[in-house]
């Protein structure tokens, strides 16, 4: 099945520092989707990028689809930003999930 | 919008019991799903269903029931907990599976302790 790697495996920032989050897939993928989950545990959406570069707000997601990646980007980080980015793949009618980059954004 | 709503938020079983988790959602998604979180790791596939009265196995399906009595509806069942087992159990559901329009969308997730 698809593998999912994410990395790096944690972060921490200063407030106003960017963050770059990885995610590599080894099969096609239909849709790539980066999730955020709050340190309680709920996930939320928070773009769906199979291909190309996609803003909202002070996240950008890029993926290039051919070499099989997506990054995503979250500029002036706040500390609100802490908890665990997690990167899923749709392909073969099946969606896989990364490990996550845990972030911490420190005052 | 929709709502995915899962029920019980928390669950404590004993080790043997058999256990049911409930998942309702309003967004009149076809396909609907089930996945498992450990402790720092990602979300692990345990069942799926892309219309009423329809299952497909995940990674994780040992162990585990599922039933998809409605289009609404989802339930899973843990056939016999696992004595210190701890885990987050998430349901999620989405439109157009195989698709680039596809958006998961989850539930707040039932949180499974077993003594």
């Known amino acids: 099945g698809q593998q999912v790697q994410q990395s790096p495996s944690s972060l921490v920032l200063q407030e106003g520092e960017n963050a770059e989050l990885q995610c590599n897939f080894s099969s096609t993928a239909t849709q790539l989707q980066w999730f955020y989950q709050s340190p309680g545990g709920s996930l939320v959406s928070l773009l769906s990028?199979?291909?190309g570069t996609k803003h909202t707000g002070r996240l950008t997601s890029t993926t290039v689809t051919k070499e099989r990646r997506s990054s995503l980007h979250i500029s002036s980080s706040q500390t609100t930003d802490s908890g665990t980015y997690l990167c899923?793949?749709?392909?073969?009618?099946?969606?896989?999930f990364g490990d996550g980059t845990q972030l911490v954004v420190k005052p | 919008g929709g709502i995915i709503t899962q029920t019980p938020k928390f669950l404590i079983g004993q080790e043997g019991q058999k256990l049911t988790l409930k998942c309702q959602q309003n967004f009149n998604h076809d396909t609907m799903y089930w996945y498992r979180q450990d402790s720092g790791k990602g979300l692990r596939l345990i069942y799926y269903?892309?219309?009423?009265?329809?299952?497909q196995k995940g990674d994780l399906s040992e162990g585990y029931d599922a039933s998809r009595e409605k289009k609404s509806s989802f339930s899973l069942t843990v056939t016999s907990a696992q004595k210190n087992e701890m885990a987050v159990f998430l349901c999620a559901s989405s439109i157009l599976l195989g698709t680039s329009q596809n958006t998961l969308y989850f539930g707040a997730g039932t949180r499974l302790s077993v003594l």
């Open positions: 269903s892309i219309t009423e009265n329809d299952l």
């Open positions: 990028n199979p291909s």
């Open positions: 899923a793949i749709e392909g073969n009618n099946r969606i896989f």
